[in-house]
């Protein structure tokens, strides 16, 4: 059975104290875990023995090392909400902190079947545009070869929709980048189009959410709204906005989290006034950053994968910061919510190098990246990415939480 490896670190209040017991269960008093105090927490039997020790702690950050079984996806990211949570205490009652969680989508949120590559909504959308804008067809798709049967995976899987697109016009049609970049937004539009000509039952065709995924956004949506209803001077609950940073054009990421039930756990943020509309997907809008928000075009640089992902990120993380500044605006200046962490969840090589190269960017916030095995990669690559994790925690002089961690 698959194992992935997770670091939990926890923000430990005055006299708390918490251990990691000869049962493998976790025990935690007086512990701030998003919102979700100890009797809420129920990992006991997904946690796999590691050390026995009890801590005793005044404001202590503490790190702990645990594997999760695959099936429980759920328990290994309320291990990863454990590692956004951090003391308030460096800030005033009417200043508080606000942690970004971004998700990508393909491997990380949904699965496909064995034939999602070639016959999901998604890769006939690729099709149909490059056919229809390239090469002049009026079924776009007509004669035209899969993405998965002109692409060895490393080209698709993990990348953005535009570069993906200039790729693929190049192996199936002979498209050289020179002609088809340029073309880049209106193939995009051509491909969203498809999408809206079909309905939610066909888009949703070869995809279905993890296990344990609509479990965990539940209790995120849980969480935020639990958060909307504190008193604003009250910091039991940290603040957290959740949203998407992924390689889909904005348009379809809509239609998907749609079609397979993920918009309507509510988890999702709305989205920022400077976000597309997309026409006649309006009511499915939410915060993120997205594959038809930036594309450098550079097929050349297999890197460009990671990169043009890290760019995805300050994105997201740009528009949670305008939402938050909006909503102070408009408290009449009481509140003020600041940007303080950027915590990133995928399932790909390209997911933790992007995080990475935003953290080492020192943008001013805390940046973090949880790499789920639940795509194409195992727990060993994504470990092996990460490399080592820090001993230090989410002080305000650190500009990222996992600041040498990779030195």
């Not at 079984?69 to 454990?82: D, E, P």
């Not at 597309?276 to 594309?295: Q, V």
């Not at 992007?354 to 953290?359: D, I, L, P, T, W």
Request: hydrophobic letters at 35%; proline letters at 4%.
């Amino acid at each position: 059975m698959r194992q992935h490896t997770g670091i939990c670190v926890v923000t430990v209040s005055d006299t708390a104290s918490f251990a990691v017991d000869g049962q493998c269960s976790l025990s935690i008093q007086h512990v701030r875990l998003c919102g979700l105090y100890s009797s809420e927490l129920t990992i006991s039997s997904s946690l796999t023995h590691f050390h026995s020790q009890t801590y005793h702690t005044r404001h202590r950050l503490i790190m702990v090392k645990a594997r999760f079984y695959r099936h429980i996806y759920s328990s290994l990211l309320l291990s990863f909400l454990i590692v956004v949570t951090s003391s308030a205490h460096a800030f005033s009652p009417t200043t508080t902190s606000t942690t970004l969680i971004t998700f990508d989508v393909d491997g990380t949120l949904v699965q496909g079947s064995g034939n999602a590559p070639r016959d999901g909504a998604h890769a006939q959308a690729f099709a149909f545009a490059i056919g229809h804008v390239l090469a002049g067809k009026k079924d776009g798709r007509d004669g035209v070869a899969n993405v998965a049967d002109v692409l060895p995976k490393h080209l698709y899987h993990g990348s953005t929709d535009g570069l993906i697109l200039i790729r693929y016009a190049q192996a199936a049609l002979n498209v050289p980048p020179e002609q088809s970049a340029p073309q880049l937004d209106t193939l995009m539009q051509v491909m969203y189009e498809y999408i809206m000509t079909l309905d939610d039952e066909a888009v949703a065709n070869c995809l279905s959410p993890l296990p344990g995924v609509m479990e965990t956004l539940e209790r995120l949506t849980d969480l935020q709204r639990r958060q909307s209803q504190q008193d604003s001077h009250t910091t039991d609950l940290p603040h957290v906005l959740c949203g998407l940073v992924t390689g889909n054009v904005e348009g379809i990421a809509r239609r998907k989290m749609k079609a397979v039930g993920i918009l309507q756990t509510g988890v999702f943020h709305p989205p920022c006034s400077t976000q597309k509309e997309w026409i006649g997907t309006e009511d499915m809008a939410f915060l993120g950053g997205f594959g038809s928000d930036y594309c450098s075009k550079d097929i050349d640089n297999i890197n460009r994968n990671y990169l043009d992902r890290a760019e995805q990120i300050k994105i997201a993380a740009t528009r949670c910061h305008n939402i938050l500044e909006d909503e102070y605006s408009q408290s009449g200046g009481k509140t003020r919510r600041i940007l303080k962490r950027v915590v990133h969840v995928g399932d790909a090589p390209s997911d933790v190098l992007a995080a990475k190269v935003v953290a080492d960017s020192q943008p001013g916030y805390c940046v973090g990246m949880v790499a789920v095995a639940t795509g194409s990669y195992s727990a060993e690559e994504l470990t092996l990415l990460c490399g080592t994790p820090s001993p230090r925690g989410w002080d305000e002089g650190l500009p990222s939480i996992f600041q040498g961690m990779w030195d």
